[in-house]
């Protein structure tokens, strides 16, 4: 039970219990400057004085877990929060399977877990960094709140990271939480670990692709850990995932209103051809092959962040029981896969198709799957609406081997549907199928900071309710 309560009033929020362990809180207390001047030359840009209107989580029950106020991000308050413990949780995978959960590091697992916390570490920071000159072409108060929403619980979970570092694996812990501090995205020296986390994120509609999709790859890899053995991980990432719901929903919608705008504007000139993108353009909205060639950048960058489709790392942290599988505790089976095969897409002699290899191996290719799977449901919802108004176009994701820089795919030419193509086939048809300089700098013209109250660019639709059931022309961010 105590474990639950929340303390709210010492410098660091928690329920870890950070006031009965002096030694802990005197590493996070020790490492809180750094973070505070990472935030202050690394996070929102220009917005540091404004007050916005943030949740901030204060407990960890189901309900009732956030409250709703004006702050200043600096002040935001950063906590340490664990999902309530499980009564007599076991190891849900692999080879250890039903044992007791472990609620101290397994000696022989030690590096392998703390690599796997430390990129996951990694890639919160990283975000917040690629979101940084976002605020500053917000298009409306509604939006440039939900950025910072996203990027101040980013920063929180850089924090969970954190601590698990500083608890479990003492000197080590705290050199790592050093170094997450000194990694930058996009940075030439010391880049962040994974590749799309050193990619840009130009503009609203790239930050709208990256919550719908990169976020959810957080969500898989987080539900993934949820099902770790080593059970301080797996409480934290269960109360991550919490905060992460809210993250691709403001992708989703984000899409879905510019999705939304595009048509209108299409139906109120007579358009009737998407593709006539000069004339979609000339009345300032998106065009939707622009929105397409954005979704095939994203979606397929985000997938190498699964990593190879078969691995023997993913193997290994499986049957160690340090990460499971997407829903592991909901599957039916014998939760050690020692002599089952997936079926993993390769190229055979040049073309694509399905190859059974050893599950074990395959678990990679197989939290993917479920990734694509979970990323389908709004991409038709998106479809629902531009049919509904009348348009003929539809977004699809593009085959799994498209534009992958990271496992089988990596040294083959594939188009979005799926076709193995020559190199010079390729390039004649690239930039139909990823954005194009022309693309960008028409979005970048589109990107003009609009900050009066319930105002919005003429590029994306109002929300259908604000935050917290807010009036549409709330003051979202109050600026100084
Ligand atoms: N980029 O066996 P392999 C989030 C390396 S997002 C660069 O194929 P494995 C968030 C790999 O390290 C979720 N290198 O893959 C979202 C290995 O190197 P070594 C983040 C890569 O080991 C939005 C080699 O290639 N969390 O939270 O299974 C906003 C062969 O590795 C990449 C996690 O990822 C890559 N994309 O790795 C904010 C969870 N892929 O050992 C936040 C933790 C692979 O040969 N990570 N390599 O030197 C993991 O579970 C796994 O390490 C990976 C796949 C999923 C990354
Ligand atoms: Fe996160
Ligand atoms: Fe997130």
New binding site residues.
Partial sequence: MTSQLVDYDSLIPNNVGLADDPKLRRALEAWHPGYIDWWMSMGPEGFQVADVYLRTAISVEKDGWAKFEFVKMPEYRWGILLAPPIEGRTIPCGEHYGEPAWQEVPGPYRAMLR???V??G???P???EQQRHLGSVAPSLYDMRNLFQ?NVE?GR?LWAMVYLLQKYFGRDGREEAHELLQRQSGSDERPR?????NEETPDWLSFFM??YF?????????E??AQSGFDPLSRTCRF?LAE?AH?MFVGYTGVARIVQRTCEAMNEAGIEDPYDAEAVRALGVIDLPTIQRKTNLHFSLTL???????????AN?FNAGI?GRYHEDRLDDDHRLVSDTYPVTKLVSGLLRPVEVPALNG??AR?RDDFIDDCQGGVTRWNRSIAGSGIEFEIRLPHVAFNR???EFTDIDVSPTGKVLTREDWKAHRDGWLPTSDDKTFVETLMQLEVRPGRFAGWISPPTKGIQNQPEDFLYVRLP
Avoid: P
């Fill in positions: 690599r796997l916390i990129i996951q990694d890639t919160e990283a975000s917040v996203v980013e979970h670990m994974l590749g799309a986390f990256f919550t990169t976020d959810r790859d957080g969500k898989m890899q987080l993934a850990l991550m992460e993250h190498d962040l699964f990593g190879s489709e078969e691995s023997t790392n993913a942290f990460k678990l990679n939290l820089a990271i496992g």
